[in-house]
């Protein structure tokens, strides 16, 4: 049987990456985001926990004793290097867990037709090559900065640029119109595909 469609979607802060993940899953793609996964990472994964607590100490953990991403996240943003080891301990950790996620999906007896997966720093971390398609989101600055939920910091300074997004991706939306739009987006990108 054919493999389903691996697509990944990307796009800056704000730009609506999280509600396109989630079109795509109304209209019957199967879905995962790397937040999922990181989520999941912090909150099982005791090799990490015991890296993590290594590397920043235990005034990370939270009450339940697992790492805290509000606490890692006040050293790591004022940090560049301390932000590039912990991508350089997440990245690879969520990149094998989607694809074994794409791989057991695949072994069902009727697989999805499409996958979706939420890589925010897609091509930041050279992720591409793991996809069929590229799914770019963009939304113009004022909107993005209207929607985002962390504060404003250097975050979007190390990031490619839209337009070079834009450039490589196979399929590009400009957020900035209703959910409805995007929703026929997301459903004529389905049938293209």
Known sequence: MPRPIAVAITGG?????SEALAAFRRHGAATVSSDEIVHHLLAADDEVCAAL???FGEGILGVDRRPDRSRIGRIVFADRGELAWLESLLHP????????WREQLAELPEPPAVTVTEVPLLYESGGEARFDRVVVVTAPDELRRERRRVPLDDRDARLIPDEE?????????VNDGSVADLEAWV???????
């Open 93 to 100: 950790l969520v990149a094998r867990e989607y694809l074994r």
């Open 53 to 55: 607590v290594e590397h």
């Open 165 to 173: 997004k834009v450039r490589r991706a196979d399929f590009a939306y």
């Open 13 to 17: 802060i704000g730009a609506g990456k």
């Open 187 to 193: 459903a004529d990108v389905l049938r293209r595909l």
